[in-house]
T-cell receptor
């Protein structure tokens, strides 16, 4: 079955600390993976796509097919990074399947 | 910067009333999604359309929910009759083609009392 798992509901770090938000997926085909961010009571915004291999706001994510993971990383967290982060998988019918999300809190 | 527009932004209604939420996808986008977000369940896919045709609405309670795309510029989600457990934020998203993410609207925050 297709599934996206984000094992951490909450991740708290201090400003300047490294951050890694975990995402694992289960999908029989070739996955297309995304990270979305949702700042307080706002809309979801696309942060990263695995195919573009880009870095947005200092965040990067690498697809590891062997470990079926797509973890989101940032070397130095900022207070403005505090938000909900959702990992998502697009299947071959274009359906976007979300994980349950991880709330990142960055303390000053 | 193209946006997905959802109306209304907030809706408070009494149990049993009909609720209609509207979404204007980005011009040219041929895939439209409806998601429901709650604290307990997170983001649930309710229904989605491609080229206005419904592809999957298995996530939607059929007895009270209905989703339509009367034209390419409008998607609607109706609840009739509404119940307190329908209280949530309902998001619409649109997109087109492969290798792109989907753009989300600002959501409709529904409260059924």
């Amino acid at each position: 079955a297709q599934r996206v798992t984000q094992p951490e509901k909450l991740l708290s770090v201090f400003k300047g600390a490294p951050v890694e938000l975990k995402c694992n997926y289960s999908y029989s085909g070739s996955p297309e993976l995304f990270w979305y961010v949702q700042y307080s009571r706002q809309r979801l915004q696309l942060l990263l796509r695995h195919i573009s291999r880009e870095s947005i706001k200092g965040f990067t994510a690498d697809l590891n097919k062997g470990e079926t993971s797509f973890h989101l990383k940032k070397p130095f967290a900022q207070e403005e990074d505090s938000a909900m982060y959702y990992c998502a998988l697009r299947d071959n019918t274009d359906k976007l399947i979300f994980g349950t999300g991880t709330r990142l809190q960055v303390f000053p | 910067d193209a946006r997905v527009t959802q109306t209304p932004r907030h809706k408070v209604t009494e149990m049993g009333q009909e609720v209609t939420m509207r979404c204007q996808p980005i011009l040219g986008h041929n895939t439209v999604f409806w998601y429901r977000q709650t604290m307990m369940q997170g983001l649930e896919l309710l229904a989605y359309f491609r080229n206005r045709a419904p592809l999957d609405d298995s996530g939607m309670p059929k007895d009270r929910f209905s989703a339509e795309m009367p034209d390419a510029t409008l998607a609607t989600l109706k609840i009739q009759p509404s119940e307190p457990r329908d209280s949530a934020v309902y998001f619409c998203a649109s997109g087109s083609g492969q290798n792109y993410g989907y753009t989300f609207g600002s959501g409709t925050r529904l409260t059924v009392v």
